[in-house]
Each structure stands twice: as structure tokens, then as C-alpha cells.
T-cell receptor, first 115, second 115 residues
Framework: DGGITQSPKYLFRKEGQNVTLSCEQN?????MYWYRQDPGQGLRLIYY???????QKGDIAEGYSVSREKKESFPLTVTSAQKNPTAFYLC??????????????FGNGTRLTVT | AQKVTQAQTEISVVEKEDVTLDCVYE???????LFWYKQPPSGELVFLIR??????QNEISGRYSWNFQKSTSSFNFTITASQVVDSAVYFC????????????FGKGTLLTVNP
């Protein structure tokens, strides 16, 4: 079955450590996105990539980094510079840049806890 | 700038009751798209519906119906004869030409359907 796989589901890290969240899709989608969700908040866009080897900052990119070396993979690194990293992170994909017109497909998310 | 407001943070109903989730949006774009996504306890967001700004027809899909009114900038979602499986967080979202079709999400409404 085609879909988006995020791993791990739960992740625990000590403050000051970088951590990388995995996102893999086998939908053959060009565009991929990372969102952050905090309790009682909507989703906020961290980074997005419309094509391989290209990505753009979203609304809250500070303290995060991404890479897009392969079409199916879009890992997100939460760096020690992110002041409040504990959150639920969702990866999404769309056929192309029209994800905001057609629809996004989402993974099951990774819940990151930093202590 | 675009904005989505879901004033209802939490709603609790008893099974078989009808329930309406409110969504009010703000945008200066002429061309824009409105969405509803469902987030069950498993975490992933599931696309429910999309509406473009030129189509104000209401839509019904089984027990779900949507009322789009440009005059009041609202895109409300009604579940008829609610079921326990409808329990989830529901997000309204907006994208427009002015934001290069990046999605803006509301904060979500947690719907609990009790047996």
C-alpha cells in the first residue's frame, strides 16, 4: 500500500542534542512538507520541498533543518537551537506544488519529547 | 495574510446527535480553497473535503455535509447522527493565491462522541 511512513512514533532526547525525524513516502509525490502541532494549536509549516534537492522555509523554520536528496525521503533535524522542541511532528506529501489546492497526504506523526 | 478561526475548542455530544463544527476564514484572495481534515487518535490527518472560492454549493457525503457561505466567510461542517468513530480533532484549512497556496490551519475542534 502506498503511504507515508514516519519513524519512530515516539522519540525522547536530552536537551542540547540534535535529533533527526524520518519521513519516507512511496506515493511518487514530488512535494513533501513538515508540520509541527502543539496541544490546542493548529499545524504550523516548518519546511517544504517541491522537488528533489530543493526546499524552502515555512513559517517556523528556526532551529530546524532538512534535506531532500531523494524523492521519497525528507528527513527533519531538530537542532539544539530550537528553543521549544517538544511537539508532535507531522510529515505530508502531495503530487506536486498543488498540495494546497488538491490535498495533502499525512503520515502518522512522531511525538518528540525533549527533557 | 490569511487566517482560519475555529472558535469551538471542544465539543461533546451523545451518539446519534447532530453536530456542527464552525469555521470562519479571512483572506484577501479572490481565488482560494477551503479544506476540512480529520485527525483521529492515531495521529494522521485525513482529507475530508475541498471547496474552491467559486463554488458555493453545499455538499453532502453520507452523514457529512458542508455549508460554504462567502457572505459570512464561513465553511461549516455538520455531522448527522454522530457515531463514536467520529470522535477526532477536526481542522479547517485555507490556501490562497496570495500565500502561494500554502495551507493555513485553524486550531482544530476536538469532537467527542459518547455512546
Amino acid at each position: 500500500d502506498g503511504g507515508i511512513t514516519q519513524s519512530p512514533k515516539y522519540l525522547f532526547r536530552k536537551e542540547g542534542q540534535n535529533v533527526t525525524l524520518s519521513c519516507e513516502q512511496n506515493l511518487n509525490h514530488d512535494a513533501m512538507y513538515w508540520y509541527r502541532q502543539d496541544p490546542g494549536q493548529g499545524l504550523r509549516l516548518i519546511y517544504y520541498s517541491q522537488i528533489v534537492n530543493d526546499f524552502q522555509k515555512g513559517d517556523i523554520a528556526e532551529g530546524y533543518s532538512v534535506s531532500r536528496e531523494k524523492k521519497e525521503s525528507f528527513p527533519l533535524t531538530v537542532t539544539s537551537a530550537q528553543k521549544n522542541p517538544t511537539a508532535f511532528y507531522l510529515c505530508a506529501s502531495s503530487i506536486d506544488w498543488t498540495g494546497g489546492i488538491l490535498a495533502l497526504h499525512f503520515g502518522n506523526g512522531t511525538r518528540l519529547t525533549v527533557t | 495574510a490569511q487566517k482560519v478561526t475555529q472558535a469551538q475548542t471542544e465539543i461533546s455530544v451523545v451518539e446519534k446527535e447532530d453536530v456542527t463544527l464552525d469555521c470562519v476564514y479571512e483572506t484577501r484572495d479572490t481565488t482560494y480553497y477551503l479544506f476540512w481534515y480529520k485527525q483521529p487518535p492515531s495521529g494522521e490527518l485525513v482529507f475530508l473535503i475541498r471547496r474552491n472560492s467559486f463554488d458555493e454549493q453545499n455538499e453532502i457525503s453520507g452523514r457529512y455535509s458542508w455549508n460554504f457561505q462567502k457572505s459570512t466567510s464561513s465553511f461549516n461542517f455538520t455531522i448527522t447522527a454522530s457515531q463514536v468513530v467520529d470522535s477526532a480533532v477536526y481542522f479547517c484549512a485555507l490556501s490562497g493565491e496570495g500565500s502561494n497556496y500554502k495551507l493555513t490551519f485553524g486550531k482544530g475542534t476536538l469532537l467527542t462522541v459518547n455512546p
